[in-house]
């Protein structure tokens, strides 16, 4: 079965420093993975996507993705936080539901806190 | 911009109730989802759709039972509600397929069942 696990259930760090939000996936096949955010008290939003191509994945508000198949991960970064990004970050894998459709299956979340 | 709305933010409910959580979205997307959210679980996905009148089921669907009579609209029900549905639930959009398109989520609704 697809999966992925965040391991850091919350990562804090100061405004201005590099942010990571880890992601590590288990899939069998080429894996197609995400990355969404929750504001505070708002849906989830689409940052990025991992399809084929470039392992690195250049995102909304800044962000990007390294995907790394050898470590089976897909870490979420940022080159200098801002205290706006403070949300709740979802990793995502494509999840084959039989006949032919395919659904997101989403990690447990991380809740990044940017500290001013 | 896609917008995907949902009936209400909050709802205060009675165990045993039938409760009604509807989703609109406005962009003629083909694909519907209901998620819930609850804290350490992430989301999980409830039912899903891909056609008027169509609906698949998705990790878990015991205790919930949905409905698309129009292409626009989701209706996620319990028909008898209990408190272990406490959670958030967030109604999403997509065009085409998961590989190619985005999902757009609606605001969420917080249910809280006593």
């Known amino acids: 079965a697809q999966s992925v696990a965040q391991p850091e259930d919350q990562v804090n760090v100061a405004e201005g420093n590099p942010l990571t939000v880890k992601c590590t996936y288990s899939?069998?096949?080429?894996?197609?993975l995400f990355w969404y955010v929750q504001y505070p008290n708002r849906g989830l939003q689409f940052l990025l996507k991992?399809?084929?191509?470039?392992?690195l994945v250049k995102g909304s508000y800044g962000f990007e993705a390294e995907f790394n198949k050898s470590q089976t991960s897909f870490h979420l970064k940022k080159p200098s936080a801002l205290v706006s990004d403070s949300a709740l970050y979802f990793c995502a894998v494509l999840t084959n539901f039989g006949a032919g459709s395919y659904q997101l299956t989403f990690g447990k979340g991380t809740k990044l806190s940017v500290i001013p | 911009d896609v917008k995907v709305t949902q009936s209400s933010r909050y709802l205060v409910k009675r165990t045993g109730e039938k409760v009604f959580l509807e989703c609109v979205q406005d962009?003629?997307?083909?694909?519907m989802f209901w998620y819930r959210q609850d804290p350490g679980l992430g989301l999980r996905l409830i039912y899903f759709?891909?056609?008027?009148?169509?609906?698949e089921k998705g990790d878990i669907p015991e205790g919930y039972s949905v409905s698309r009579e129009k292409k626009e609209r989701f209706s996620l029900i319990l028909e008898s509600a209990s408190t272990n549905q406490t959670s958030m639930y967030l109604c999403a959009s997509r065009s085409g397929t998961a590989r190619q398109e985005t999902q757009y989520f609606g605001p969420g609704t917080r249910l809280l069942v006593l």
């Open positions: 759709s891909y056609d008027v009148k169509m609906k």
């Open positions: 899939v069998s096949g080429n894996p197609y």
């Open positions: 991992y399809i084929t191509g470039d392992n």
């Open positions: 962009m003629d997307h083909e694909n």
